[in-house]
């Protein structure tokens, strides 16, 4: 039979079909147009909304937060970026308040130059001069705009400081140059994005280390009272570190990334060396290796441009007996039973054993591996299959691997499987 | 005007029926001859050629859906057009339509193929009505209607990308479905 006797014999179908199709009207919603239209606008909104945000958190910086520490430093610590946006801002501060403004900013550089010479050298905050050992080198670059805000936001601090009695501490905390017990502008403000150097300049205690390593954990140690810490002035040795550090997430305890390994160091595992391939799949390069011999775990990777494939190796336990497929039950992994997105097809109940089943290595075929591929049309990424599926050896080692781009032949000779 | 009454005019052998027919499915008839022939006056006359084979045909017939009706004859009046045309005219569109569906069949003729011919609709019937709703309609819409990946996207407000994905998967389904009723094409 031929294609078009084909096409023939599908015009004889079901009348209730053809009308089916035919009533699967076009909708003005999703019509490209009005979808790009929709998305444009939203943008805009976006765009909008985030001006008006900084905006909004700038204005309430400057009035109630007061932190007694100088503007110059809460200056001198701003990306390039953050003070373009707090131009954008002056600017159009400028243009609604107009002449009442004007004034408003001649009584601030007046108030700012006489305290200037108590607080800091204006000379820094106009960028003509970078303090030794505290600043950046994106304070020479300050503009001039910004610089004005700065005076701005001193007077407001110096009447928030007026405000307050001797000794007392205002709320939201101490900047580190009170810490420290220096008032110049030269000591570098708090700031907990930054990681952390001990002040004191004693070394941290091994307990300590990690904690100190962890972007964010200067907050606890702030409440603790103890080791009060500043961003390294010209370095960042805790973010070279920050990838293979133990990370601490959503509370969770910081989990250990293990120790580098490459394939041949893989493979001489006792655990899992024997179940560990002499080399990836053909066109795919080697890109990371990670074993944590306490918790038998294994991880190993190979990378094609967006395409890859990940093995990660640990021991079966009897919590995973709800992902064990029987390879007479299709519609446990075979992913042509379900549409894309998976959650709305896939029942619950099914989801662990669909998302990743484990067969026992008899079951697996080439044939199961091929039910387990699908497609997922993604702007901007390959189109090659994805495949995900855990295999059970017979000593208790559980391979489980994701691919993206190995079709199922390749994993399958990869695997071994004839 | 209802479908019944257009086709109780063709009963009263009444001209209106022609115009009343024109008016309501006149466009989805040349559609659906444009996305063989991909020629608009080719279209054109295969949509008069349809208006004349339903006068003829009606009576004695009595069409259930009347839209139906009507397409299957411009689909087979079209399809016969592309064969007559096809020599010196290509419709890359159509031609992809019919390259995909080879991934079905064989190509060989036989006279098993040719008896299997007669029950295939048949066969093709039950297959869609195994399938969700959504993959149906897209594979009614590519291979009835032969309308293009990009408007079955667009009239689904689905990517291009899944509509190919799952035109893929349907001609595998519909080959693996065919052969395990013992139908080689």
Do not use: H
Request: hydrophobic letters at 35%.
């Amino acid at each position: 039979m031929t294609a078009k006797e084909l096409f023939r014999e599908i015009g004889g179908i079901s009348d209730v079909y053809v009308e089916e199709a035919e009533r699967a009207k076009r909708s003005l919603a999703g019509s490209p147009y009005v979808r790009r239209t929709l998305a444009a606008a939203a943008c805009l909104c976006l765009c909008l909304g985030s001006f008006y945000a900084v905006r909004l958190m700038d204005d309430r910086s400057a009035d109630s937060s007061g932190a007694p520490q100088s503007a110059a430093s809460v200056q001198e610590e701003a990306p390039a970026d953050a003070a373009a946006i707090q131009k954008a801002a002056l600017d159009l501060e400028m243009s609604d308040e107009a002449a009442g403004a004007d004034e408003f900013s001649d009584s601030a550089q007046k108030n700012f130059l006489a305290e200037g010479e108590q607080e800091a050298n204006p000379a820094d905050l106009r960028g003509e001069a970078a303090p030794a050992g505290g600043g950046s080198d994106q304070e020479g670059q300050l503009p001039a705009a910004a610089a004005e805000q700065e005076k701005e936001t001193s007077r407001d601090m110096e009447e928030y400081g007026d405000a307050l009695s001797p000794g007392e501490t205002p709320a939201g905390g101490q900047s580190a140059a009170e810490a420290s017990g220096e008032g110049s502008s030269d000591a570098e403000p708090f700031d907990a994005q930054e990681p952390l150097r001990e002040i004191s300049g004693e070394e941290p205690t091994d307990a300590q280390k990690p904690m100190m390593e962890i972007p964010g954990a200067d907050v606890q140690q702030g409440q603790s009272g103890e080791g009060i810490s500043q961003g390294a002035a010209g370095g960042d040795p805790g973010r070279e570190s920050a990838d293979r550090a133990p990370t601490e997430i959503c509370g969770l305890p910081p989990v250990d990334p293990g120790e580098e390994v490459t394939l041949e160091q893989a493979r001489e595992s006792q655990v899992f060396g024997a179940y560990v391939p002499a080399a990836g799949p053909e066109g795919y390069v080697f890109s990371a290796g990670s074993l944590r011999e306490n918790e038998n775990r294994l991880s190993l990777s190979w990378t094609r441009g967006l395409d890859y494939l990940e093995y990660r190796y640990s021991l079966y336990d009897a919590g995973q007996e709800n992902r064990l497929a029987d390879p007479e039950r299709p519609e446990d992994y075979d992913m042509s039973c379900y549409s894309i997105p998976l959650s709305e097809a896939v029942p619950e109940e099914k989801i662990p054993i669909v998302d990743c089943p484990i067969f026992r290595v008899q079951d697996l075929t080439e044939a199961i591996l091929e039910a387990r591929a699908y497609f997922v049309p993604e702007a901007g990424d390959t189109s090659g299959p994805r495949i995900r599926l855990g295999i059970l050896y017979e000593d208790g080692v559980l391979l489980e691997i994701t691919s993206k781009g190995v079709t199922p032949e390749g994993l399958g000779s990869l695997l071994g499987l004839e | 005007m209802e479908d019944s009454k257009i086709i109780e005019l063709y009963w009263q052998r009444s001209e209106q029926a022609i115009s009343e027919t024109a008016g309501k499915y006149g466009r989805l008839l040349r559609s659906i001859a444009m996305n063989i022939l991909n020629n608009f006056s080719d279209a054109e006359e295969c949509e008069n050629d349809t208006y004349a084979a339903a006068w003829n045909a009606i009576p004695p017939t009595r069409p259930n859906v009347f839209s139906a009706f009507l397409g299957k004859i411009t689909r087979n009046i079209a399809l016969n057009r592309w064969e007559y045309n096809r020599a010196a005219r290509r419709n890359r569109e159509f031609d992809l339509v019919l390259e995909e569906l080879e991934e079905c069949v064989s190509g060989r003729e036989s006279v098993e193929s040719l008896f299997e011919a007669g029950q295939l609709a048949e066969l093709i019937n039950e297959f869609l009505k195994g399938l969700k709703r959504e993959t149906r309609v897209i594979f009614v819409r590519r291979y009835w209607y032969s309308d293009p990946v990009k408007e079955i996207a667009s009239r689904l407000r689905i990517s291009e990308s899944k509509v190919k994905v799952v035109l893929f998967r349907t001609r595998e389904q519909l080959k693996n479905f065919l052969e395990e009723r013992g139908v080689c094409l």
